[in-house]
């Protein structure tokens, strides 16, 4: 079995991944505030902690096969027929996630940065620079991921600090009020989007080093990440309100509030740098998954010269895969969320499950089938 | 389509010459296939055809089909 892949990643450098991936998904926990409206930052708990046995089955089910990705060990575990189905499953959702997420950055700009400018050359321009940086492996990214991951950290944490006094604790009140399918909604997104989505990392997890200690690193850079989504929820709750829920982008919308003696305002071009640089850099994680997942696939022995045609691709369909904002808060906050849910919380699991028992893949003198 | 056809003219030139030189053949069908898909939704999108979108597929499946969605509020 020849691996596409010949980069090789660091335990610290697995859990910046990790973490700016999670940080990544920092604009779409707006998803969840219209369902949990203050409560929202419980919501990003609860999934935390329904997310986190999960996402340990995924490191150690990469952990178990060292070196290989889920694609090859779908072959091992389900065979080639039903393996190659659940990897085209997996394809599917990183190829749909992956346009969701460009769309999202077509969106950011166009309704709030630069509202004159085609939606289509926003696409383009984004999705190209992320087929650059996939083009480079993934010892590339994992070396920057310290810079995006400080970067999203340092602009949560100063313009939470800058709003202090216009925060008002009372706006988390009363508690529980709000019905159960409300907050269960909520927490499903959290499971389904920011933490769930981490399963991209089983085609990367299996190239970090031996001494990567992969478990303990994968968790850390999940809870970072989840440290740094609590904290804009808290300032998002704690400033707006229950107004929140009326904004579009309430991130935006609670910096636009900075205003430390009328010299430092505006500030919402910080949190709109932020989100560029970790929805790119999510892109890029789900981009680099999908190539070498289809090229895993395929049996070729590189993804280059898959990366610009995919890329185009891709624009067309993050063009045209929604009608409107609307469209996709309605289909992401149902179908989207759960159609992936057998791929996150079932089938990893499951695998390991099946790997255990069938003592995979030590039970052929050792070697790898 | 002023854009698009001088695009996928690079696109052929960087990856074509280099897969043939090392006679990389089936690299070189995925490619082509890849391509092809790319080009043709690339056209329909620029002539203003209308992309069936695979949310929708999905969204029908499940939300309507089987049922599977959150009340509205």
Known sequence: MTNIEKGRISGPQLLFLVSGFVQGSVMLIDFAVGMAEKQTWMVILAGLLVSIPFVISYAALAKRFPGMNVIQINDIIYGRILGKLLSIYYIFFLFITLSFNIRDVGELYTIFLMPNTPFIFFLAVFTATCAYAVSRGIEVLARISYLFVITGIFVSISTTILLVDKMDFSNFLPLFELPFIRIFQGIHIMVSIPFGETIVFLMIIGYTNKDGNVIKNTLSGLLLGAFSLFIVAVRNTAVLGITQTIWTAPSFQSTRLIDIGTVLTRMDFLVGIAQTVLIFFKCCLFFYALLLAVSEILGLKSYMPLVLPLAGIEVIIAATVFQSPLDHAEITQNAGIIYSLPLMLVIPPLTLLIAKIRRLPESKGGKVT | ?73
């Open chain 2, 1 to 73: 389509m002023i854009f698009l056809l001088p695009v996928y003219a690079i696109i052929l030139i960087i990856n074509v010459p280099g897969l043939i030189k090392r006679k990389e053949w089936r690299e070189l069908i995925a490619f082509f296939v890849f391509y092809t898909i790319a080009f043709v939704l690339g056209l329909m999108y620029v002539l203003d055809i209308t992309i069936p979108s695979p949310m929708k597929g999905l969204n029908c499946l499940i939300s309507d089909l089987l049922g599977l969605k959150y009340p509205k509020y």
